[in-house]
């Protein structure tokens, strides 16, 4: 006993475990008691004994062990924790209970495992009970069988799993123990109770009397389902309601039983193991079905049916399998083996289920095209096969294989097709049966009503029948308005016969859609009156269109009767129309009609409005009276009074009375005859709406546009498009059919006038709002500068909703098709609109060979093989959904070895969803789920185009497909850490859009566990963040429950991420049904941002409306909110009242010296110093402790909130109180920005905007405060910020750099170099090229002091950066240092130290080109300017990476940036910003052209020809004067505008200006306001132009097609400019310099080649470089080539393609010189010419790679000669030192040289000399010369150009033998030849005549070349020559008014001139004095205004001459 009291005092937890029995049975009677008596289940007591619970059940003594269970029970009913010992004690219970002996003890192991059930853990016990059946002791499986069977009994098959069950049951009949024999079979009789029938087949392989004796017991059971009598905790609510029942008498309720029954009726299929047959295939089956003899293809298919035969097949790739079976069916002629084969695939789709979904499309018209087969039994085969494959997939996914051959010319094949779709229909419901989806099949089965062959008929007729029995007779009757009633009647007929699959479990639910339909109407009756909400409906596109049906079924009924009388108005004869009219009209009113006075006329119209007016709606005959005022005069009436009062009538008519189409069509062609009438068109127009509101707008649209479009006159068709935008905005959009008037709209668009074009693309705006973006494609093949216009539209309309409809309501009975508009619409807004484009059919392009090819073993034929595919799919465009056997082929090449074919596949892919649109959905199963298997690739570059991919399909196709199945949760049981984030994170974005889930969400549930506990952090991350969206769908008690089979300590981990999971659930977008039904006005902005997320934002923001706070919940308690806040239960009201309470007063509070703390304690190391790569966890943590004493709770709640919409209203409240609490800011700013670097990290662009937004307004604020920073401050902010200057959203780089402007006035500029030299060492490109910039502005705004820590090192780290990879990195780092250059001169040479040669080359290029000319004192000058704080987005002092401008033109260039910019900055500033001395007010000077002169016009002059090197004779500039003409000046100003918008970084903002210019060229009267403005147009151009090369050509970003738009434009306005010589004319040398820079390097851009017409362009490019050359001023555009072709030689870095082009448009400018050496100032050309032989002396130039350069200025030089002759000497006049210059004695050797040759040939030797001297030339060159200008003269292009120079050369070198050329040529082309040489022989003698008058030059021309034509040779042929000369100088003397005196005193100069002949060369010398004096002539004539001033007198004349002569002589020698 003494033992006895030891334990006796123990605590009962201690007692339980003694080692004495006693000591435990007693502890357990104890316990047992204890827990009888603690009532709250919640209390810590039960916490002790959670670990002792087992060893209740375990005693090993039999006595404590009947208590200890006794105990454990009572525990676990009472205990909260008991679930967490359910695993360890029913292990117990079945392990040393249920072998017990005592039935007893038992009996309480059987209780304590119901007691778990009841207590939600049945799965854990299940399983326990399940292995217990593996137990070696028999006692222990009858038991565990025993309490399976109980457990079953009393919870019901819906508790307890029924799969696992039957999983084992068939091994226990085998059991050799007669006792487990016995209780398996009670169990099998318990299952059938709940399962019936489905049970049958897991069991048919069990011993036959087994199963006998099963049957009849099965047989014995009651009819009645059973019902659960036991319930769990949860379900306590269904408890009482039993008990009610029970009370009341026991008898179920019909719906509840229902319920019950649904529930449980459990799959068959379900129960079954799944069998792999794949490697059971014989292994030479491929080969067996492909042999020749019948015997062994059967016996390969006899092979396939055994193993098919099995009910469930395991999941596999069958493609092979499948194809092969389809071979058989589709090709073999034995129709024994086609019946065996369909049966093969029958089976297989039966046992895979959905999982054969993937090969439906394969097989399906395979077997519709082998119906063509008579015999019954293959026909039964393959009904049987493609029933089965039908319900592997959906009637969607197989419809356009099923319309293919629903009109084949084999009765058969439309019969079998028809009944198949019956069979189909059958098993559909009216969700899965849409209209969108009947409306095509209705249109075939209405063909084939009117077959001819009977059985065609009669499968029609079932077929029709059975969709109105599955949808409904109300969605069936408007696709059969033109049945007749016979066959309507028969449809009927079909539909009552039809006995729907499933009848009783559909009618059940049938039954319980219809409770919520028949309430649907009552909630919306008191709306319908209101009007407006009948309206509603059209605007809500993304509804599901199930909220339709329910909501117009009461009016169904009432539409009836309208309807009728509606349709079926006869038309009536004229007759019959008069009597009825006169029975209703005045006598007076009908004889005064057609009176021939208008008077009688409008007085009969007067009464005739009043009979109509006082008409009853019934009778009035409509028809009759417009048919009477449609007779004579009718519509031709001509008095307008009249014809007013007519057009009111018909209105009043349609209006008042029953109008049908019939009335309408009469008068629809007089009403668009006057719709633009200036007098009668708004009569018409009304007239219109009236007739649309009684006809429906669909109909009369249709009607009206091609009546319109019909006749010519363009003011009626641009009204009638006026009038119908107006009516599709008054009416709504519903049921138009879009595809009726496109083409129509696109006459318009293309129509002369230009009124017409307007209004169709104002029709296209209006049409934009209701479509979206898929209208766009029907004028893809527009032409660009349409395309534009038409975008521009679009872009005005984007983010507009549609205005509610307030017309078409109120006969909506009218509107037979308005309902199944609408449900369209609702049902796939963009989708119907889609199916509208034309779309080719590629399936026969996809040949064998092809899909061959992509599978080939050879990389390089695999990729041809896809590039072959995407050829034929971008050359379709749009294109139908069968593409044969491509999916298998691509889906293989997903998973190819090598990654660029995978990326190609991708591409693919992402080109068939845009061509296939929505019908895409059928390829989702075999090709985009193996789309998802690519995100697992290593490669990030190959997971970015996979998910691109899989964005592009989810955009075409919707998530519900994806959804389905187990696909997605197959994914993510991979277990690739890549796969899973990448998955979930799409998931994540993609789940919040979505209103419904398929319930197969749920199977992704174990998965999406699984990855919470992943390896891989971020898998983990991803999957938390999914966590909340999956609970959005499934409910958080639904995923609660899916963790019960997770390990235990894995489920605590996981329920508690639930929880927190929970608290950040997004509500589910609201359904847009109910928002029309509540407010039908704002209804529709709602619904257009549901229809069209992506038009308005990413699918990542879409979803921000619907988020759950607590003010929603108040304000409507209906909304989905309200459902969500159970959590919330009556809270919300009171918290959000608190809430508003604690939100008033300021968010920002003053603490005294805080800041100066924190900067301690960070200085003392008390806490982290701000300074991380990615924000720890730790970070946040502190900084949210330190805000806490500085920012209300509520506010640092949102600060630190999760959900980053919640970001987003935080700083929206902290922008509010930052200007009033400005104070408080600036105390706890370090945390404040602290707090913004966070932000930095996020990837939410809307957050980062409002981010920027606060930053301008808060430095803005700081500055004006004059604050500065401290280092404290700017060291945790400025690193961070910097990180966003290399952001990829230019918005997002703009507003930072604007930020880091605005740093300068707060923060030393010194201080913040370092930062940014910091930034130049990140990775990303963007950032390193930012920096740089920023460092310019930084060295350009402060001077050189800024540099840190010495500007000799600054500069050198920024040198390294010229030699970076990237062009803008290079760019900006060169600008920099030009900067430097423009502050400091040549010193930055020394600065930079040393760079590499090429580096070297490239600064000095630069700065050659960009720098200004005196930089020392513009820095003087600038700086003090510079000190001033500038407007905050004041960035724009940068110039742009790429720019390089001359440097005069910066200023002009500055200009413009400044007013693009400011324009900017302008909407960007939302607070009150200061305003700064010179800051410009932008908005005054655009919206006020008046005060327009007072701006100083800045480039309105031309300074060129201040700063060119000409001198002349005077300098005529305007000055800049305020008092301008006003006109001109506002258009200048405009002018200055439009340009400066040209050379914007925008592309879009670029291509307007450049259309608005061009606008202007194209009209002659307008193209004169440029003239003034072309150097500042064509600098913005070319500025434009670098643009392009440098950046966006470089920016992948950026689409191709906008670029090659730009371009385009640019080189349109060229063409446009270049062809008018006035304007042309006006282009500087500078600038054209410049220009043709830019075109021949976008010629060079081989990056061109690669744009889709690449080719086209740079043909453009070359013809605007001809016309350039041709219409500029010859003198400027001489000079710019000559100086660009020395740049281009000096520069090493450029191409010799470059300098080689140049050299072309020379000798192009060459051989224009005949024509235009007038128009040329030699003395510059000359100028240019010297400079360039400074440069390049002649052994310089010898030095080249190529001797071209020297060629091309050696035949410039003498051209010059040729044409001018000695004269040219007298043209260097421009040239300093000239006797010093090479370029001298080069013309004075050509000038000696061209005389000789040009003399007369009766000196041989000089002949021969001057022949010799070019001899070497001749020999080397002539051959190459020659063959090019034959090669010339046969080309058709260049064929004039050819004999041109082969003429020139001929003259040049006369003696040329052009034999060896012609020798092998036909007689036609040598006379060819010959020919054109004499033609233009003869022109130029002629030119020469004619032109004498306009100036000697060009005489002169034919007098130095040699033709052979000459003057015939003699001893006098001198004399002859000569004298010529003198005749033509004598006539050209007197046309000028030179010529005073009479012949005979003429004589004495002749003779004078006429010296004894010595030699040839005195007589050349005579000729070239006379030449000489003819020019003195004209030159004094110029001069002097053709006055005849100077003498004529011939002695004067003749001591001119001999004093010349003898200069002349002198100089020769």
Not at 716 to 744: D, H, P, R, S
Not at 1391 to 1407: A, F, Q, T
Request: aromatic content about 6%; proline content about 5%.
């Amino acid at each position: 006993m003494a033992d006895d009291s030891e334990w006796m005092k123990l605590p009962i937890d201690q007692k339980c475990e003694h080692k004495i029995w006693k000591a435990r049975l007693n502890g357990y009677e104890e316990a047992l008691k204890l827990f009888q008596r603690i009532e709250d289940e919640k209390s810590p007591e039960w916490g002790k004994y959670l670990g002792l619970v087992k060893r209740f059940v375990t005693d090993s003594n039999a006595v404590a062990q009947l208590k200890g269970l006794e105990a454990a029970l009572a525990y676990i009913e009472n205990a909260h924790v008991a679930g967490k010992t359910t695993g360890e004690v029913v292990n117990g219970v079945v392990c040393k209970v249920f072998n017990q002996p005592k039935a007893r003890a038992k009996e309480l192991g059987s209780d304590i495992c119901l007691m778990y059930i009841e207590i939600e853990k049945a799965e854990v016990v299940q399983d326990e009970l399940i292995k217990g059946l593996d137990n070696k002791n028999p006692k222990i499986v009858v038991t565990c069988l025993e309490t399976l069977r109980k457990a079953l009994c009393e919870f019901g098959s819906k508790i307890i799993t029924l799969k696992p069950v039957v999983k084992v049951l068939p091994k226990q009949f085998e059991s050799r123990e007669k006792a487990v024999r016995d209780e398996a079979k009670l169990l099998a009789v318990e299952i059938y109770r709940w399962i019936r029938d489905a049970l049958r087949a897991p069991l048919q392989n069990i011993n036959s009397v087994q199963l006998k004796d099963l049957e009849e017991e099965w047989v014995k059971l009651p009819t009645t389902a059973p019902k659960q009598t036991r319930f769990l905790r949860s379900q306590q609510d269904l408890k009482a309601k039993f008990e009610q029942q029970r009370a009341a008498g026991g008898d179920e309720a019909d719906g509840d039983n229902d319920e019950e029954t649904e529930v449980a009726q459990v799959d068959p299929y379900e129960l079954l193991e799944a069998v792999e047959i794949l490697s059971k295939l014989p292994k030479d089956f491929y080969e067996k079905i492909e042999a020749k003899k019948w015997q062994e293809r059967k016996e390969a298919l006899e092979a396939v049916e055994t193993l098919t035969k099995n009910p469930k097949l395991e999941n596999g790739d069958y493609g092979d399998l499948v194809r092969a079976l389809k071979k058989v069916i589709g090709k073999d002629a034995n129709v024994m083996l086609v019946a065996m084969a369909a049966k093969c695939l029958a089976a297989l789709a039966a046992g895979l289920r959905k999982k054969f979904g993937t090969y439906a499309g394969l097989v399906v018209p395979t077997i519709l095209e082998k119906f063509k087969e008579k015999k019954p039994q293959v026909v039964q085969a393959l009904q049987e096969a493609i029933d089965a494959v039908f319900l592997t997939t959906t009637l969607q996914n197989i419809s356009e294989d099923v319309l293919s051959v629903m009109d084949n010319k084999n009765p058969s094949i439309k019969q079998q097709a028809s009944l198949f779709l019956a069979r189909s229909f059958c098993r559909c419901t009216p969700s899965t049966l849409p209209k969108s989806v009947l409306k095509p099949f209705c249109a075939a089965f209405l063909k084939q009503v009117n077959d001819s062959a009977p059985e065609v008929r009669d499968a029609a007729f079932e077929a029709l029948g059975t969709a109105m029995k599955v949808v409904g007779e109300k969605a069936v009757n408007p696709f059969l308005t033109d049945v007749d009633k016979l066959k309507l009647d028969k449809i009927k007929e079909c539909a009552e016969k039809v006995e729907l699959v499933g009848k009783k479990g559909s009618g059940g639910g049938g039954e319980k859609k219809e409770k919520p339909a028949a309430k649907a109407p009552s909630v919306e009756a008191p709306a319908k009156p209101s009007g407006p909400s009948k309206k509603a409906p059209p605007a809500k596109a993304a509804g599901p269109p199930k909220k339709g049906k329910p909501a117009s079924a009461p009016s169904a009924k009432s539409k009836k009767g309208p309807d009728a009388k509606e349709f079926v108005e006869t038309e009536l004869s004229l007759e019959v129309c008069e009597e009825k009219a006169a029975a209703v009209l005045p006598a007076t009113c009908m004889q005064l009609l057609d009176s021939g006075n208008w008077k009688e006329r409008l007085a009969s119209m007067e009464e005739f409005q009043r009979a109509v007016e006082q008409m009853d709606k019934s009778e009035m005959p409509c028809q009759a009276l417009v048919r009477m005022l449609a007779k004579k005069p009718g519509w031709k009436e001509t008095n307008f009074q009249v014809m007013q009062m007519k057009l009111h009538i018909v209105g009043l008519i349609a209006q008042k009375g029953l109008f049908s189409k019939t009335s309408a069509l009469v008068v629809l062609d007089g009403l668009v005859d006057k719709v633009g009438d200036v007098k009668c068109g708004s009569n018409a127009k009304e007239a219109l709406t009236a007739i649309g509101e009684a006809c429906s707008l669909p109909w009369i649209a249709e009607q009206v546009v091609s009546l319109a479009f019909a006749q010519k006159n363009p003011k009626n068709q641009a009204e009638t498009l006026n009038w119908l935008a107006n009516a599709m905005k008054e009416f709504g959009f519903a049921g138009i059919n879009v595809k009726a008037f496109i083409n129509n709209v696109k006459t318009a668009l293309g129509a002369t006038n230009p009124a017409v074009r307007t209004s169709a693309i104002a029709l296209l705006g209006v049409m934009y709002l209701y479509m979206g973006a898929p209208l766009r494609m029907f004028f893809e093949d527009e032409k660009p500068a349409l395309l534009q216009q038409i975008n521009a539209e679009f872009e005005k309309m984007q983010g507009q909703s549609p205005p509610a409809p307030f017309r078409g309501a109120k006969k909506a009975g009218a509107e037979e098709e308005g309902d199944a508009a609408e449900e369209e619409e609702v049902d796939g807004g963009p989708g119907d609109i889609m199916d509208l484009l034309p779309r080719t059919d590629i399936s026969d392009k996809i040949t064998y060979d092809m899909v061959s090819k992509i599978s080939d073993k050879n990389w390089k034929v695999r990729k041809e093989g896809l590039d072959e595919v995407a050829a034929i799919i971008s050359e379709a465009k749009f294109i139908q959904p069968s593409i044969g056997e491509l999916p298998m082929a691509l889906k293989g090449r997903l998973n190819d070895s090598n990654k660029l074919l995978v990326q190609q596949t991708l591409n693919i892919l992402q080109q068939i969803a845009t061509a296939m649109g929505p019908s895409l959905k059928q390829h989702v199963r075999n090709l985009g789920i193996p789309v998802i298997t690519v995100l697992g690739d290593s490669k990030a570059n190959v997971r970015a185009a996979a998910m691109t991919t899989l964005n592009a399909w989810v955009e075409q196709t919707g998530m519900k497909e994806w959804l389905e199945g187990e696909d997605l949760s197959e994914e993510l049981k991979k277990e690739n850490p890549f796969l899973r984030q990448e998955l979930l994170g799409w998931l994540a974005e993609k789940l919040p859009t979505l209103r419904t889930v398929p319930s197969d969400l749920m199977l992704c549930l174990p998965n999406l566990y699984a990855c919470l506990e992943d390896r891989s952090g971020d898998v983990r991350k991803k999957a938390q963040d999914a966590l909340p969206t999956f609970m959005m769908h499934l409910g958080y008690e639904k995923m609660v429950k899916a963790t019960g089979k997770l390990k235990p300590a894995s489920k605590d981990q996981v329920v508690g991420m639930l929880e927190k999971a929970r608290a950040l659930m997004p509500a589910k977008p609201a359904a847009p049904g109910k928002a029309a039904a509540s407010k039908p006005a704002s209804s529709a902005p709602a619904a257009k941002q549901a229809s069209a997320p992506a038009r308005n934002q990413s699918p990542s923001e879409d979803f921000s409306e619907p988020e759950p706070k607590p003010d929603t919940k108040k304000s409507k308690p209906a909304g989905p909110a309200a459902k969500k806040g159970v959590v919330g239960k009556k809270l919300p009201v009171k918290a959000g009242a608190k809430d508003e309470e604690d939100r008033s007063g300021p968010i920002f509070i003053l603490v005294p010296n805080a800041k100066e703390q924190r900067i301690k304690e960070e200085k003392g190391l008390k806490i982290l110093k701000w300074n991380f790569m990615t924000p720890r966890d730790e970070y946040v943590e502190q900084l949210k402790t330190q805000m806490s004493t500085c920012l209300p709770k509520w506010l640092q709640d949102e600060l630190f909130h999760f959900d980053f919409q919640r970001h987003v209203k935080a700083i929206g409240v902290m922008i509010e109180h930052m200007e009033p609490e400005c104070d408080a800011v600036i105390s706890c700013l370090d945390l404040v920005l602290k707090w913004f670097t966070l932000r930095f990290f996020d990837t939410n662009t809307s957050v980062l905007m409002k981010v920027l937004e606060f930053l301008k307004l808060l430095f803005t604020m700081l500055s004006r405060k004059n604050y500065q920073l401290s280092d404290y401050e700017a060291s945790s902010f400025i690193p961070y910020l910097i990180l966003k200057v290399g952001e990829s959203k230019d918005v997002v780089r703009k507003d930072v750099r604007a930020i880091l402007t605005m740093l300068c006035k707060v923060y030393a500029a010194s201080k913040v170099f370092p930062f940014l030299m910091d930034g130049t060492k990140s990775k990303n490109s963007k950032q390193r090229s930012e920096c740089l910039e920023e460092l310019g502005c930084l060295i350009e705004n402060f001077g050189m002091n800024v540099c840190q820590p010495t500007p000799a090192k600054a500069l050198k780290e920024i040198g390294v950066h010229i030699g970076d990879r990237d062009t803008t990195v290079r760019n900006a780092a060169l600008n920099t240092v030009v900067a430097v250059y423009n502050t400091c001169g040549e010193q930055v040479f020394k600065l930079i130290g040393n760079l590499s040669e090429k580096e070297m080359s490239m600064l000095e290029e630069r700065i050659k080109r960009s720098a200004k000319k005196t930089p020392a004192p513009s820095t003087k000058q600038e700086r003090p300017q510079r000190e001033q704080p500038t407007n905050p987005n004041a960035t724009f002092l940068r110039k742009p990476a790429q720019e390089e401008v001359p440097n005069k033109l910066k200023i002009m260039y500055r200009t413009y940036r400044i007013q693009a910019r400011a324009q900017n900055a302008h909407l960007e500033q939302s607070s009150p910003s200061v305003t700064k001395e010179f800051q410009l007010d932008l908005d005054v000077f655009e919206n006020n052209h008046t005060c327009a002169s007072d701006i100083p016009d800045l480039v309105q002059h031309k300074l060129d020809e201040v700063l060119e090197p000409v001198m002349m004779p005077e300098l005529k500039i305007r000055p800049v004067s305020p008092h301008f003409d006003d006109i001109h000046n506002s258009t200048a100003s405009t002018i200055n505008f439009v340009i400066s918008q040209v050379a914007s970084g925008d592309i879009n903002t670029s291509i307007q200006a450049l259309a608005q210019i061009d606008e202007v060229l194209r009209q002659a009267d307008k193209a004169e306001a440029m003239s003034g403005h072309i150097d500042q147009f064509l600098i913005a151009t070319f500025m434009q132009l670098r643009l392009i090369y440098n950046t966006h050509m470089a920016d992948d970003r950026l689409d191709k097609k906008d670029i090659f738009k730009l371009y385009s434009c640019i080189i349109g306005n060229m063409l446009s400019l270049f062809s008018m010589e006035s304007l042309a004319r006006e282009a500087s040398m500078g600038v054209l310099k410049d220009l043709m820079h830019g075109l021949i390097t976008l010629m060079l851009d081989s990056r061109v080649e690669d744009i889709e017409d690449g080719q086209q362009l740079i043909r453009s490019v070359n013809l605007l470089m001809v016309r350039v050359l041709e219409k500029s001023d010859q003198t400027n555009i001489l000079s710019a080539l000559l100086v660009l072709l020395q740049d281009s030689l000096i520069s090493t870095a450029g191409s010799p393609m470059f300098s080689e082009l140049v050299m072309k448009c020379l000798w192009r400018m060459i051989r224009y010189l005949p024509q235009t050496i007038n128009r040329i100032n030699l003395d510059r050309i000359l100028l240019d010419v010297h400079n360039f032989m400074k440069v390049f002396p002649k052994e310089k130039l010898k030095q080249l790679n190529s001797d071209v350069p020297h060629r091309t200025l050696k035949t410039l030089l003498h051209t010059l000669c040729r044409l001018t002759g000695s004269k040219i000497l007298d043209h260097m006049s421009m040239i300093e030192n000239r006797n010093e210059s090479e370029l001298e004695a080069h013309l004075r050797r050509v000038v000696k040289h061209s005389v000789n040759l040009s003399g007369l040939k009766s000196d041989k030797s000089t002949e021969k000399g001057a022949l010799r001297s070019d001899d070497k030339v001749i020999k080397a060159k002539v051959s190459d010369i020659l063959s090019e200008i034959f090669k010339k003269i046969g080309s058709k292009e260049n064929t004039k150009e050819g004999l041109t120079e082969l003429y020139e050369y001929k003259q040049k070198y006369s003696d040329a033998d052009l034999e060896p050329f012609l020798r092998n040529t036909s007689q036609f082309f040598q006379s060819y030849v010959e020919r054109g040489l004499r033609v233009i022989e003869s022109e130029r003698e002629g030119k020469g005549r004619i032109q004498t008058s306009t100036g000697i030059p060009q005489h002169s021309t034919d007098s130095y070349l040699p033709s052979s034509s000459a003057v015939p040779i003699s001893s006098n042929g001198e004399d002859l020559n000569a004298a010529a000369y003198y005749e033509r100088l004598k006539i050209l003397r007197q046309r000028r008014g030179l010529e005073n005196s009479t012949p005979e005193e003429d004589r004495p100069p002749l003779s004078s001139l006429r010296p004894s002949v010595a030699s040839s060369t005195d007589m050349l010398h005579s000729k070239l004095s006379q030449l000489k004096e003819s020019r003195e002539h004209f030159q004094q004539e110029q001069s002097h205004s053709n006055s005849p001033t100077r003498s004529s007198s011939p002695a004067s004349n003749l001591d001119d001459l001999k004093k010349r002569l003898e200069r002349i002589k002198s100089n020769r020698q």
